[in-house]
């Protein structure tokens, strides 16, 4: 055993999965990535400025290495144009997201899931950025690997979106249920030729080829562009290029969807949490069955794009509460609108984290 | 480095008639080749505006960005290759150079090896001829424009930040010896080039020199920014191993709230607690509260201590509260409940009757907290105080942690 924190591990899990270089700038509640960054990716680079941190990256992406740093709501804004370029030249890296409570600065010391909503729709025309959430100190391992798989396979910034609870709370954890894991390589896959930097085949991610390659001329761009990395305005092959960028995710969802569901024979009542508000479910969980009642649990860890799997379950089930530390539920809008119905409950807290006992009073209630 | 391959492709100059940015790009290229570059070995990243047009007629490597921020990719693309042999180039106009100021001079200030030019003519000519920061006055009286404040001087201010090489160039046919100077010298190199705008700005190239400023050239002789890559070693490697040695009678989950002032030895009063009970066989949270200033005010810990596995690691009603300053005691006291523990440092002031201690005068500011940890443990019985004894063992201020644990013993 030993008394350590989800920023650790996650840390160590993306260095081992072959993340090459952190950039960072410092932000309150990210702060440890920062420290153990410095410590352990063989590369480290503080930036001026978050703009100058997410460019950087870029640059680094471009040229064949993956990247990571770690914010939170503040430096994401400002963060957001160069996201959009980073997903537009298709570029492997990894963002780690520590919610804190807004709006604004906020109270950089208090947790929160207040940013969903903006990921959701983060990429301008609403195109989708694969988001993971870690429920626990198990998934902080597993998803930072999936992360940095995600990212390369897909060439895509991947968002690991977690909170100050999850990645400054202390608790004892047994090391050895971490497996070492492998670094993911980034071979040039085999294409078509003649090579085309855009060009996708039936996989519809187009092979990586990083700037300064001796044999093939590398093009990225921020742009509406052609297979060729060419600006083309509103051209069927241009436009067909960012739809691919939708499909490439949306399609393949079920090559990162990950979640768990604890489901309870004959129970019509449902539970729905993600991130930090997970473990304040898995113990209502409990006590909700301690007490005789039937209860299923579903904890969302790809939380975009949305799986259908998502609605399969929740279709299954009478009744639907989704529990978040936020004010209205920004999952349960983005799954069933801001419109309440008489299937949807939510089990909400604004500036502090959502009990057990407060998620176990309003599904009864 | 290959040299038979072209740097241009044959894609047709996209600029308007006169517009100083094509001359600009065959300029570069010549530059390039006469150096002994390759399509290949040559990076070229571009900006928004017009600067931006430059991106398809190049047959390097090519990366097209956002405005102002063409300087900082090139940064990253930079380091991230780490290669000599490779040229990074980038691109921008001085609205590109206005709105990103910040990465020019990081660049400058850690002098990376790339080549930044900068077309200046003095105007956004992609919106309809708007002033930048780099617009001079002469300029934007021309262009009835309010702002008479001076322009950046973007040469001098690369020179000042560091920048290995920068120069403003207003004769463009001096252009292609200076830039191949530039791109020789090591480190970080910027061109200013003075460009006519021949839609919003002047006509002819020999009205411009009415509205430019002079020509500057400065050098800095210092080291090259590199990627720097080291070997580092797992982060668990060192970490405190807990292997259970001691026994706990505890039947319920346990929730300590210690409270102090910053400074007190708080936080880390509440990791040692938490440490001791893994010793002790228990599932052990520690999370701390403490104003963003850090180093002043309350400071506020909690720690669960349970037979099972915890998950939710909020603490809804505190089993023990410990507090030794008014500071933490004036943060937490309205979190007591009926069932809560409470011992507080005697020079509390509490309007309730809770048991008192001498937390402070025994262990000491730094102390007190460890102190009062100390206390609950062996009054509580929840483990033996052996198990804090074996955290702190070892540790560089093993004695006065020793010493904190053992005053408790006097209270």
């Known amino acids: ?365 | 480095m290959e040299t038979s391959d072209k740097i241009l492709t044959k894609a047709k100059m996209p600029f308007c008639p006169g517009c100083g940015h094509g001359v600009c790009v065959r300029s570069t290229s010549k530059s390039l080749e006469n150096l002994g570059y390759g399509s290949k070995d040559v990076v070229m990243v571009s900006d928004i505006g017009c600067s931006g047009l430059v991106d398809p007629l190049f047959a390097t490597h090519t990366i097209h960005g956002l405005h102002g921020r063409s300087p900082a990719l090139g940064f990253g693309v930079t380091l991230g290759l780490d290669n000599p042999n490779k040229k990074v180039i980038v691109i921008q106009g001085d609205g590109g150079a206005t709105i990103g100021l910040q990465h020019i001079l990081e660049a400058s200030r850690r002098n990376v090896d790339m080549t930044l030019i900068v077309l200046n003519n003095l105007l956004y000519g992609m919106t309809g001829g708007q002033m930048s920061g780099l617009s001079t006055n002469n300029f934007k009286q021309f262009k009835h424009s309010d702002d008479n404040a001076e322009p950046y001087d973007i040469v001098n201010l690369a020179h000042q930040a560091g920048a290995a090489f920068s120069v403003r160039v207003n004769d463009i046919s001096n252009f292609e010896k200076i830039l191949k100077e530039a791109i020789e010298k090591p480190g970080f190199s910027l061109v200013e080039l003075s460009s006519l705008c021949t839609s919003h700005g002047m006509k002819k190239i020999s009205e411009l020199k009415n509205y430019i400023v002079e020509e500057e050239k400065f050098t800095n002789n210092r080291p090259v920014g590199v990627s720097l890559r080291r070997n580092t070693a797992n982060l668990f490697n060192r970490a405190k191993i807990l292997t259970p040695q001691f026994n706990s009678n505890i039947s319920e989950t346990i929730g300590v709230v210690i409270a102090g002032s910053a400074g007190g030895g708080i936080q880390s009063a509440a990791k040692m607690l938490a440490q001791a009970g893994i010793l002790s066989g228990l599932y052990a949270t520690m999370k701390g509260e403490y104003p963003i200033t850090v180093g002043t005010g309350f400071s506020v810990a909690e720690v669960i201590l349970s037979k099972k596995p915890i998950h939710f690691t909020g603490l809804e009603n505190p089993s023990v509260v410990l507090a030794v300053t008014e500071d933490g005691w004036n943060k937490i006291k309205n979190r007591i409940s009926s069932t809560s523990k409470v011992l507080i440092d005697s020079k509390i002031n509490s309007e309730e009757s809770y048991t008192t201690k001498e937390f402070l005068k025994e262990g000491g500011k730094k102390g007190a907290a460890l102190s009062a940890v100390s206390y609950w443990i062996n009054e509580s019985k929840v483990f033996p105080i052996e198990a804090l004894l074996k955290v702190v063992e070892g540790s560089k201020y093993e004695e006065s942690l020793r010493s904190a644990i053992k005053s408790a013993e006097n209270l």
């Open chain 1, 1 to 365: 055993m030993v008394l350590t924190d989800a920023s650790r591990i996650m840390t160590e899990a993306l260095v081992q999965s072959g993340a090459d270089v952190f950039i960072g700038y410092p932000i309150t509640p990210s702060n440890l990535f920062y420290a153990y960054s410095k410590e352990r990716f063989p590369e480290f680079l503080a930036g001026p400025d978050e703009i100058s941190v997410l460019q950087w990256m870029c640059g680094y992406s471009a040229a064949g290495k993956i990247p990571v740093t770690a914010t939170s709501f503040p430096g994401l804004a400002l963060m957001t144009e160069t996201l959009n370029m980073a997903y537009m030249m298709e570029l492997p890296m990894v963002l780690v997201i520590v919610q804190r409570l807004g709006p604004s600065t906020g109270s950089a010391t208090t947790g929160a899931q207040g940013d969903l909503k903006f990921l959701d729709g983060i990429i301008s025309g609403g195109l989708p950025l694969p988001i993971f959430s870690p429920s626990d100190f198990k998934d902080s391992w597993n998803l930072a690997n999936e992360a940095v798989k995600t990212a390369v396979e897909f060439r895509t910034p991947v968002i690991l979106l977690t909170s100050k609870e999850m990645v400054m709370t202390q608790k004892g954890f047994d090391i050895n249920l971490l497996k070492a894991l492998n670094r993911v390589n980034n071979p040039i896959k085999n294409f078509e030729p003649p090579y085309q930097p855009y060009k996708a085949g039936e996989d519809m991610v187009p092979p990586f080829v990083p700037l300064g390659n001796e044999e093939l001329q590398a093009r990225f761009n921020a742009s509406t562009h052609d297979n060729d990395g060419l600006i083309r305005k509103g051209t069927p092959e241009s436009l067909a290029n960012t739809w691919r960028l939708r499909e490439k995710l949306e399609k393949r969802i079920d090559e990162f969807f990950f979640y768990e569901l604890d489901a309870e024979n004959g129970a019509t009542n449902l539970i729905v949490s993600w991130g930090i508000t997970a473990d304040a479910s898995r113990d209502a969980v409990q006590t909700i069955r301690k007490k005789g009642n039937k209860i299923s649990l579903l904890i969302v860890k790809t939380i975009l794009p949305i799986s259908s799997k998502i609605y399969e379950i929740i279709d299954s089930y009478e009744k639907v509460l989704f529990a978040e530390e936020n004010m209205t539920g920004l999952y349960k809008e983005m799954i069933f609108g801001k419109r309440n119905n008489s299937k949807v409950k939510t089990a909400t807290k604004f500036g502090g984290m959502l009990t057990p006992s407060e998620i176990e009073k309003m599904l009864f209630n």
